[in-house]
């Protein structure tokens, strides 16, 4: 017997074709404003999808930090261009060297605003997406742990610097080779704890027989609705308006 799932959610496979159009996008196009298209629309079907908007803002405010520093890399690895600032006969930035970082944060901000799509289906029914998809089994489980762990790692090296902080350590004081010891030194009891977790885990679902049958079952059935052709053939149009108009 199976379940059929609530078809007020839509099918995980609709959402990771989404997420791969503007992916793809993504890397395809090297133009700013084509650029800023495609993030519009990856914005667009996240609101859409329901995702938490102060988390996109969050994460967008801090790729908003390195915006400076990408440029300025640009810029030095990148001689064309006009000069725009120079210190010594140094150049630090150029024009072309503003556009590709300008172009590499708008690429950054498409795919992890696209990426959150995937957080609004539970692992369970993404693996049965993936499976759906002919993506062999270990892979799609593989995938669906590794963003499981994704948040719990991120916990933990939040937690591991608010205990810092509440021990008296200013991190914001610190000068900046202060701070990448510091860095250093917390990731590596952060990164041994999720290597534990690793093991534990692997040990876990070996004692329950993973990859015992060739085959699998689920109590779960995916199945299309109006709906989920309808946002298809959405993002097909849009895809194939912004591919057309960018190599006209």
């Given at each position: 017997m199976s379940i059929v799932l609530k078809k007020e959610n839509i099918d995980p496979r609709v959402k990771i074709f989404i997420v791969m159009c503007i992916s793809t996008l993504a890397i395809l196009i090297n133009d700013i404003k084509f650029l800023s298209y495609v993030l519009s629309i990856s914005i667009l079907f996240t609101v859409g999808f329901k995702v938490n908007l102060y988390i996109v803002i969050k994460k967008f405010k801090r790729l908003f930090q390195m915006i400076f520093v990408i440029v300025i890399i640009q810029s030095i690895f990148n001689s064309e261009g006009a000069i725009l600032i120079s210190v010594f006969k140094i150049t630090l930035l150029t024009d072309?060297?503003?556009?590709?970082?300008?172009?590499?944060?708008?690429?950054?901000?498409?795919?992890?605003?696209?990426?959150?799509?995937?957080?609004?289906?539970?692992?369970?029914?993404?693996?049965?997406?993936?499976?759906?998809?002919?993506?062999?089994?270990?892979?799609?489980?593989?995938?669906?742990?590794?963003?499981?762990?994704?948040?719990?790692?991120?916990?933990?090296?939040?937690?591991?610097?608010?205990?810092?902080?509440?021990?008296?350590?200013?991190?914001?004081?610190?000068?900046?080779?202060?701070?990448?010891?510091?860095?250093?030194?917390?990731?590596?009891?952060?990164?041994?704890?999720?290597?534990?977790?690793?093991?534990?885990?692997?040990?876990?679902?070996?004692?329950?027989?993973?990859?015992?049958?060739?085959?699998?079952?689920?109590?779960?059935?995916?199945?299309?609705?109006?709906?989920?052709?309808?946002?298809?053939?959405?993002?097909?149009?849009?895809?194939?308006?912004i591919v057309f108009s960018y190599f006209k």
């Open positions: 072309i060297g503003l556009i590709k970082g300008i172009e590499y944060i708008l690429r950054m901000l498409i795919i992890i605003s696209s990426a959150l799509i995937l957080s609004t289906s539970s692992s369970v029914v993404l693996l049965q997406g993936l499976l759906k998809c002919k993506i062999p089994y270990e892979l799609a489980f593989m995938v669906c742990i590794g963003l499981r762990f994704i948040p719990i790692l991120s916990e933990e090296i939040k937690d591991t610097f608010i205990a810092i902080q509440i021990r008296g350590i200013d991190i914001r004081k610190l000068k900046l080779k202060k701070k990448l010891e510091l860095v250093s030194i917390t990731l590596m009891p952060v990164v041994i704890s999720t290597i534990d977790k690793s093991k534990k885990l692997s040990a876990s679902i070996e004692a329950r027989g993973f990859r015992k049958y060739l085959t699998r079952t689920s109590i779960y059935e995916l199945k299309f609705s109006l709906k989920d052709f309808i946002l298809i053939f959405s993002i097909i149009v849009l895809s194939s308006l």
